[in-house]
C-alpha cells in the first residue's frame, strides 16, 4: 500500500532558525499523487498547510515551502526562519486520484521552537 | 470554512463499557472519515463514508462500528472499549482534494 515516511520528532529549533521536515512517499496505484502537509496545533484538528497535485511544482503558505519531487519521491517541508508561534504537530501525506479512502499520512513530527 | 464539530473533545469510560463518539459537518461534504492517532503510529483510517447510510471499513476496523444516519452527521461506536482504544480520535470530511478536521476527540479506557 501506499506510505509515508517523515522525519522522526521531536525536533527543538531556536527561534528564527531554519527548520527543514523530510518527506518521502511511495505510492502503489499512481506514479504521481497530490501531496500535503497538515498541520496540528495544541488543542487544535489538523489544518491544511500547503498542497501541491503537479510533480516538479512548490507550494507555499506561512512561510513554509515544500517542492514536489517525483525523482527522489520526496516533499520536503521548509522555513527560513520559524517563530514560537510554528510549534505544533506537522503530517506529511499522500492521496491518489481516488479519494475514496482519504489520505495516508506519515506519523508526524512534533516541533518546538524556543525563544 | 468548512467546520467538522466532534463532541465530546474529552472521554473516560471503563473497560467493557459503551461509548459514542460523534461528528458533524456542516458543507455537505459526501465523504466523512474516522481516523485514530496514536504515538508511532500516525492517523489510522478506522472507517469512512460517502453518504447517508453509507459505511465503508477502513484500515483498522475491528472493535469499532460507524454509522452514517445524514448527510451531515457519523458517528464511532465502541461497544466494548477496551484500553488499546484508548486513543485520540480524528473526524474528517472531504470536498475534492481537501480534507477538513475536527478537533479531536481523546478517549481514555480505563
Known amino acids: 500500500g501506499d506510505s509515508v515516511t517523515q522525519t522522526e520528532g521531536p525536533v527543538t529549533v531556536s527561534e528564527s532558525e531554519s527548520l527543514i521536515i523530510n518527506c518521502t512517499y511511495s505510492a502503489t496505484s499512481i506514479a504521481y499523487p497530490n501531496l500535503f502537509w497538515y498541520v496540528r496545533y495544541p488543542g487544535e484538528g489538523l489544518q491544511l498547510l500547503l498542497k501541491?497535485?503537479?510533480?516538479?511544482q512548490k507550494g507555499s503558505s506561512r512561510g513554509f515551502e515544500a517542492t514536489y519531487n517525483k525523482e527522489t519521491t520526496s516533499f520536503h517541508l521548509q522555513k527560513a526562519s520559524v517563530q514560537e508561534s510554528d510549534s505544533a504537530v506537522y503530517y506529511c501525506a499522500l492521496g491518489e486520484n481516488n479519494y475514496a479512502q482519504g489520505l495516508t499520512f506519515g506519523l508526524g513530527t512534533r516541533v518546538s521552537v524556543f525563544p | 470554512e468548512a467546520a467538522v464539530t466532534q463532541s465530546p473533545r474529552n472521554k473516560v469510560t471503563v473497560t467493557g463499557g459503551n461509548v459514542t463518539l460523534s461528528c458533524r459537518q456542516t458543507?455537505?461534504?459526501?465523504?466523512m472519515y474516522w481516523y485514530r492517532q496514536d504515538t508511532g503510529h500516525g492517523l489510522r483510517l478506522i472507517h469512512y463514508?460517502?453518504?447517508?447510510?453509507?459505511?465503508q471499513i477502513g484500515d483498522v476496523p475491528d472493535g469499532y462500528k460507524a454509522t452514517r444516519t445524514t448527510q451531515e452527521d457519523f458517528f464511532l461506536l465502541l461497544e466494548l472499549a477496551s484500553p488499546s482504544q484508548t486513543s485520540l480520535y480524528f473526524c474528517?470530511?472531504?470536498?475534492?482534494?481537501?480534507?477538513?478536521f475536527g478537533k479531536g476527540t481523546r478517549l481514555t479506557v480505563v
Open positions: 463514508s460517502y453518504g447517508a447510510g453509507n459505511l
Open positions: 474528517a470530511s472531504r470536498m475534492e482534494t481537501e480534507v477538513f
Open positions: 501541491v497535485i503537479t510533480a516538479g
Open positions: 458543507n455537505s461534504h459526501n465523504y
